[in-house]
């Protein structure tokens, strides 16, 4: 049987969509060369937290209306509990977080690869067999270790394989990786604290990223 795991606090998908720090984003690229990679990127993690937070959203929002269901609902939390009695509902969270891991991981991949083909004549492919030295030989040996050459990236890239392309099983590929994702019967379980964390660990490797091929150095 499938194995899905979810969080039972409310907060779990709580909003991490952070304007202020897009608006550095763009404030740091604008006139560069990467601005249009820098855009459709902000635009792809804007989305995917816009997605991420809809459950919080639905609960939060009958909370507010119905006034706890007239009293008879004390927190936010209670009335999700409600909620999570719900398949449907949790299945919803179970894809959402899914999805939410997805995207922020995409997303970050594919500014990589703009930003890295800005550089290039030649468009180069994450699934180039040479992917990783390129990477090295145009961003440097230690910004490249920073940004892909690592097993956080790695990690996050295998965990992204495994949910698209093999229905959330773990690969031998992933197995013989560390640190694992939670696994239970080969099936990853990734939930709404693995996307945000996700989140977290490559928001600094973009602005790193950008900041480098723009030749910012202020914090």
């Known amino acids: 049987m499938k194995q899905i795991f979810i969080e039972s606090s409310y907060e779990s998908f709580a909003d991490f969509h952070e304007g202020e720090w897009y608006e550095g984003l763009f404030k740091i690229s604008d006139g560069s ?5 820098v855009e459709d990127f902000a635009f792809h993690w804007w989305g995917a937290s816009r997605a991420f937070v809809l459950p919080w959203l639905l609960v939060g929002g009958v909370f ?5 269901g007239g009293g008879e609902v004390q927190s936010k939390q209670e ?25 922020v991981y995409y997303a970050y991949e594919n500014l990589l690869v703009n930003v890295l083909n800005s550089n290039l004549e030649q468009k180069a492919r994450v ?6 030295s390129l990477v090295s030989r145009i961003f440097g040996e230690s910004l490249a ?26 690969s031998e590929k992933l197995l013989s990786m560390k640190p694992l994702p939670r696994i239970s019967e080969g099936d990853v379980l990734i939930s709404a604290s693995d996307a945000r964390n996700l989140h977290i ?12 091929q723009t030749n910012d150095s202020s914090s």
């Not at 060369?33 to 990679?37: E, F, R, T, Y």
């Not at 999700?80 to 919803?92: E, L, T």
């Open 64 to 68: 507010d209306a119905s006034k706890g």
């Open 201 to 212: 660990e490559l928001k600094g490797r973009v602005e790193l990223l950008i900041r480098n």
């Open 127 to 132: 699934t180039d067999r040479e992917f990783g």
């Open 79 to 103: 009335l999700w509990q409600h909620y999570m009695a719900s398949d449907s509902f949790k299945a919803a969270l179970w894809k959402t977080a899914e999805g939410g891991y997805s995207s």
């Open 33 to 37: 060369k990467i601005h249009a990679a």
């Open 145 to 170: 270790s920073k940004l892909w050459n690592n097993s956080t990236v790695a990690i996050a890239r295998e965990i992204r394989n495994c949910l698209v392309h093999r229905g959330g099983k773990a």
